[in-house]
């Protein structure tokens, strides 16, 4: 399928999406409507208020701090994952004795922690950051750790038989094989981010998308909350494609699946 069909699709999609909430919020049947507005508020509302945002810049201050939570927990809960997964795949008595701490600690739900962060790093950004460290932290560490652990015996065989030693086997087979499996779980990862760092601003901040949600939320202003959710949607997408650039560019020798012609 060509690039430009796909994203014909993709936008075809949001139309329909955006094609029905209007439908449902203005149109009746039987005298009711499906989506009354007091409760989805509409396209038009949520459209003008994300507009009145950019073009006023209230919004660009509450952007910029969830950005810097978003990201400082991104890349410390990466090289988190990516540190300790190696290390454990390395290490089969490590990971044996700490196999049911990891998992322990990995079932706490992670709202339950907010309040915890707040009150041992107070309510700056610091908090938002430890929430999302705990979300990005594991889903890099469990995939780092398997695609280490799925590396073919057949390869490293070969690779020891023409004198690889372990450095070197790091560097051009273990990472190689990780990489992948890493780059999939930045993509899931993109996202945990930027959801500790909200739920954290949410729970407890004076600024941030999360407290532009929040305080939209406490008047009942639907539609300021929808044009939150969007804002942040929109955001998400745009951190996820400058991922995508860094995978296309580190993992350029990976060769490009079959495409399915239709």
Same mark, same amino acid.
Request: glycine residues 8%; hydrophobic residues 60%; without cysteine.
């Given at each position: 399928?060509?690039?430009?069909?796909?994203?014909?699709?993709?936008?075809?999609?949001?139309?329909?999406?955006?094609?029905?909430?209007?439908?449902?919020?203005?149109?009746?049947?039987?005298?009711? %409507?499906?989506?009354?507005?007091?409760?989805?508020?509409?396209?038009?509302?949520?459209?003008?208020?994300?507009?009145?945002?950019?073009?006023?810049?209230?919004?660009?201050?509450?952007?910029?701090?969830?950005?810097?939570?978003?990201?400082?927990?991104?890349?410390?809960?990466?090289?988190?994952?990516?540190?300790?997964?190696?290390?454990?795949?390395? %290490?089969?008595?490590?990971?044996?004795?700490?196999?049911?701490?990891?998992?322990?600690?990995?079932?706490?739900?992670?709202?339950?922690?907010?309040?915890?962060?707040?009150?041992?790093?107070?309510?700056?950004?610091?908090?938002?950051?430890?929430?999302?460290?705990?979300?990005?932290?594991?889903?890099?560490?469990?995939?780092?750790?398997?695609?280490?652990?799925?590396?073919?015996?057949?390869?490293?065989?070969?690779?020891?038989?023409?004198?690889?030693?372990?450095?070197?086997?790091?560097?051009?087979?273990?990472?190689?094989?990780?990489?992948?499996?890493?780059?999939?779980?930045?993509?899931?990862?993109?996202?945990?981010?930027?959801?500790?760092?909200?739920?954290?601003?949410?729970?407890?901040?004076?600024?941030?998308?999360?407290?532009?949600?929040?305080?939209?939320?406490?008047?009942?202003?639907?539609?300021?909350?929808?044009?939150?959710?969007?804002?942040?949607?929109?955001?998400?997408?745009?951190?996820?494609?400058?991922?995508?650039?860094?995978?296309?560019?580190?993992?350029?020798?990976?060769?490009?699946?079959?495409?399915?012609?239709?």
């Amino acid at each position: 399928m060509s690039r430009a069909r796909l994203l014909f699709l993709q936008a075809l999609v949001a139309v329909v999406a955006i094609a029905i909430w209007h439908i449902g919020t203005s149109v009746p049947l039987f005298g009711v %409507k499906l989506l009354p507005p007091f409760f989805f508020s509409t396209p038009y509302d949520v459209a003008a208020r994300v507009v009145k945002w950019f073009v006023e810049g209230s919004i660009w201050k509450h952007l910029w701090i969830t950005l810097i939570e978003a990201m400082l927990a991104f890349v410390i809960g990466s090289l988190g994952g990516v540190t300790i997964g190696f290390w454990f795949a390395r %290490k089969p008595l490590v990971a044996a004795v700490f196999d049911p701490y990891v998992k322990m600690i990995n079932a706490l739900p992670r709202v339950v922690l907010a309040p915890i962060f707040a009150l041992w790093l107070g309510l700056g950004i610091w908090s938002k950051v430890a929430l999302g460290v705990t979300l990005v932290f594991f889903i890099v560490f469990f995939n780092v750790y398997q695609g280490i652990k799925e590396v073919s015996p057949t390869i490293l065989s070969n690779a020891r038989m023409l004198g690889m030693n372990e450095r070197q086997l790091m560097r051009h087979v273990y990472w190689p094989s990780a990489l992948s499996w890493m780059f999939s779980s930045l993509h899931t990862s993109v996202g945990f981010a930027v959801v500790g760092a909200v739920v954290g601003e949410y729970l407890g901040s004076a600024a941030g998308l999360g407290y532009v949600i929040q305080q939209a939320e406490g008047v009942f202003d639907v539609a300021g909350v929808f044009a939150g959710m969007f804002v942040l949607a929109a955001f998400v997408i745009v951190i996820d494609t400058l991922v995508t650039a860094v995978e296309k560019r580190l993992l350029v020798w990976r060769p490009l699946a079959a495409e399915t012609r239709t």
